[in-house]
């Protein structure tokens, strides 16, 4: 199990970017594939990206990109965010073992450590 803890939610404006960030207490970080979900008030919890313990990144077509350091930091970076943003953004992590596709690592159910959650709020 590692921590999660998530940072840099808030209430912003449309058409504004925010920046959010992860740190993960664990020294193992480098084996973890580290990704973004957000929930949505009424909706399931809905992938956005990833990049995988390998290096090899995923993400959803849109505005959110995703990096990663080298010690325990993820960051996601929303652009342009719409009022249909507003929501729960979690970070979550899954210990690599072998490379398993897109398809896994965009699976909610497939990761075991999830941070606490942060909100984002996007007023028109």
């Known amino acids: 199990q590692v921590r999660l803890v998530e940072s840099g939610g808030g209430s912003v404006q449309a058409g504004n970017s925010l920046r959010l960030s992860c740190t993960a207490e664990t020294r193992a970080f480098p084996t973890y594939t580290m990704a973004w979900f957000r929930q949505i008030p009424g909706k399931e919890r809905e992938f956005l990206t990833a990049i995988r313990w390998s290096g090899v990144a995923d993400s959803v077509a849109g505005r959110f990109t995703m990096s990663r350091d080298a010690k325990s930091q993820t960051i996601l970076q929303i652009s342009n965010l719409l009022p249909e943003d507003t929501g729960t953004y979690y970070c979550?992590?899954?210990?690599?073992?072998?490379?398993?596709?897109?398809?896994?690592?965009?699976?909610?159910?497939?990761?075991?450590?999830w941070g606490q959650g942060t909100q984002v709020t996007v007023s028109s």
């Open positions: 979550a992590a899954q210990m690599g073992v072998a490379d398993k596709g897109n398809s896994y690592y965009r699976d909610a159910r497939n990761y075991d450590n």
